[in-house]
């Protein structure tokens, strides 16, 4: 599996951001706790909105034309990327 960039959008506030998350030994798309602080201060910056998701995304996630993207907890410093065809 291969590095990519993969872009969130937050709907609301029209703002997108583009992250790389890194593989791990298992090869699962991993995004720091760093990663997502950082998304969500670029997609929503308001310290108490509640509009958006894990990393500040909010509506649909596509990428790659078809695939959507969701992220799912690890734990509290990592974020898996998870990438599904429909």
Do not use: W, Y
């Amino acid at each position: 599996m291969q590095s990519i960039a993969i872009t969130l959008r937050n709907d609301f506030h029209d703002t997108i951001t583009t992250l790389r998350p890194r593989l791990d030994s298992r090869d699962r798309r991993i995004l720091s706790h760093r990663q997502l602080l950082r998304a969500r201060r670029t997609l929503c910056g308001i310290t108490d909105c509640v509009c958006g998701g894990l990393a500040g995304e909010r509506g649909p996630q596509v990428q790659f034309s078809s695939d959507v993207l969701t992220l799912h907890p690890i734990d509290e410093n990592r974020t898996e990327v998870v990438l599904t065809t429909p």
